[in-house]
């Protein structure tokens, strides 16, 4: 592949200012570096442009992999960098130059739980587990979809029940029924007490996760508005999906259809 | 033992499977690095999150040159397209439904015009007369019917009968009223362009009316003053028509039907 046909010189100023945009709206790296960090990783990405495309193997898009490269470059920069920087409230992105990372108040929310959505999902077949003991966790309406997935048979393994946030449970019957829950579906023999050391340990890495390459510095009193709004946020989307539908039946049923 | 960390391929790799929810295409023990290092799961997130962006820019992008609308309102277009549909769906059922009333009005008259055939086939009963009047109904059903099987739709309109004057001519159908007797048939049935008398009988001689004819949609077609008969005129057209018989004080005498076929 030639070097015309990998990736066009337009292309790359405009992938790697996406990159550093993101990392400058994590206020990662302090906005007047900017151009700095750009050019410098257009030029590494340029000397080494060779071995570059001969490390791509066509499992993804050509553009994903300039992403990648261009996104561990900016790493790299900001290990090295960051003790330098004395990054203060003036280096916080303008608004113009958002490309989609903008400070508004409502894009910064959706920024937030776009990540933690994210993050949950990297966790795998367990990430229905991780959002609905959280969910539980934190006394939150739980839909019976989330507990569908994480257990298909929940009708037959009594998990509505076990689940039922109505009635007056403290923390500690509340783990005792997450113990119940997990030793029934999984087929396991822990207690209480496991469940809650996992279940901090998952909060943790959530926390964590959150904060690497970002000024946000979560802490559990944050992170646990953060994930109400994220899960509110999902059953807001199901509620319009539901009201449209709703509607359409109701317009049928005038038809007489 | 070092860790292997991800190289740049797998982690654009599994981005895009983050994006597209096709997460289980990993294998395990991939999966098993990522839930444990934290530095490629960053990764992972990092591009996936650029992508998004990209493709919500190319998206919004589109939307403002297609349709010229500013990009914070793209919500508010597409909940407007969803009452729009909406809407029409309504709009659509209620025009079906005034269509359907429509032709059910007009399927009465039809049945209107089968009634007209019918009383063509009923005998006059003369009031005059004692005899008990049966009518037989196999003998209509043995006679020929002359209406066309095919009639067209503006042939059709000049039969149906108009409700006030159907009204008024079932009331007068004694032909007797005062003084006057009404020797022509209630309902008459002539063949177009054949001249017919109407006739009746009056006590005084010489004394005046006014017959009035109309058409199928009350419309005064003929106005004439008579004294004791008029004829119908050989131009007016095919049709179902009504005449009244008027005194000189403005009494209605009689109602009756003309049909011209």
């Known amino acids: 592949m030639t070097k015309a046909q990998f990736i066009s010189p337009e292309q790359l100023m405009q992938y790697s200012e996406m990159v550093v945009n ?21 030029e590494k990405f340029i000397l080494k442009q060779q ?14 992999y300039c992403f990648a490269v261009l996104n561990r470059m900016c790493l790299e920069v900001i290990r090295k960098e960051i003790k330098h920087w004395n990054l203060s409230d003036e280096d916080k992105h303008p608004d113009s130059i958002a490309m989609g990372f903008n400070s508004e108040e409502n894009a ?37 979809s989330d507990i569908n997935n994480y257990d298909s048979n929940y009708k037959e393994d009594n998990l509505l ?13 509340l783990f005792d029924a997450f113990a119940y829950a997990i030793n029934s579906v999984e087929q396991k023999r822990i207690k209480a007490d496991a469940v809650r050391m996992w279940l901090n340990k998952i ?55 | 033992m070092d860790i292997r960390h991800l190289t740049e391929q797998e982690i654009a790799t599994y981005a895009e499977y983050l994006n ?45 040159n297609n349709i010229g609308l500013n990009i ?25 439904m005034l269509l359907s009333e429509k032709e059910a009005s007009i399927k009465p008259r039809i049945a209107d015009q089968q009634a007209i055939e019918q009383d063509i086939y009923t005998p006059v009963i003369d009031s005059n007369s004692t005899e008990e009047v049966v009518v037989d109904v196999t003998e209509k059903e043995e006679l020929e019917i002359t209406i066309p099987d095919v009639i067209e739709e503006e042939e059709l309109l000049a039969y149906i009968c108009n409700d006030d004057l159907e009204q008024l001519s079932a009331r007068y159908n004694t032909a007797l009223r005062g003084d006057i007797e009404i020797t022509t048939d209630s309902i008459v049935e002539i063949a177009a362009g054949t001249p017919y008398m109407l006739q009746w009988n009056t006590s005084e001689a010489g004394e005046e009316f006014i017959i009035e004819i109309y058409d199928n949609k009350a419309q005064l077609i003929i106005e004439e003053s008579v004294h004791n008969s008029y004829e119908i005129r050989s131009e007016l057209k095919e049709g179902l028509y009504y005449w009244k018989l008027i005194n000189s004080d403005f009494d209605l005498l009689f109602c009756g039907k003309i049909i011209i076929r």
């Open chain 1, 108 to 144: 910064v929310v959706n920024d937030e739980i776009r990540n933690l959505d994210k993050v949950i999902q990297l966790f795998f077949e367990e990430a229905p587990k991780v959002k609905l003991f959280i969910a539980l966790y934190y006394r939150l309406d739980i839909k019976e």
């Open chain 1, 51 to 64: 071995k570059i495309e001969s490390s791509f193997l066509g499992k993804s898009k050509v553009s994903t």
């Open chain 2, 20 to 64: 597209e929810g096709t997460l289980d295409k990993i294998s395990s023990e991939e999966k098993e690095h990522i839930k444990n290092c934290d530095a490629c799961n960053n990764e992972i997130i990092a591009v996936a999150d650029i992508l998004e962006q990209m493709h919500k820019s190319v998206v919004e992008e589109s939307i403002t």
């Open chain 2, 72 to 96: 914070s309102k793209k919500k508010s277009v597409i909940n407007y397209t969803l009452i729009g549909i909406a809407a029409s769906i309504i709009l659509a059922a209620v025009i079906i």
């Open chain 1, 161 to 173: 029940e076990v689940f039922d946030l109505n009635k007056d449970i403290n923390k500690a019957e």
């Open chain 1, 203 to 257: 909060i943790g890495i959530l926390i964590k996760r959150l904060n690497t390459g970002s000024r946000a510095q979560y802490d559990k009193d944050s992170f646990q508005i953060l994930f109400e709004y994220y899960y509110l946020k999902e059953s807001d989307k199901q509620m319009g999906l539901k009201k449209v539908m709703t509607l359409l039946m109701v317009i049928l049923w005038i038809l007489g259809i």
């Open chain 1, 22 to 42: 993101r990392f400058i709206a994590k206020r990662s790296i302090p906005f007047r570096e900017k151009e700095d960090v750009q050019m410098y990783i257009v």
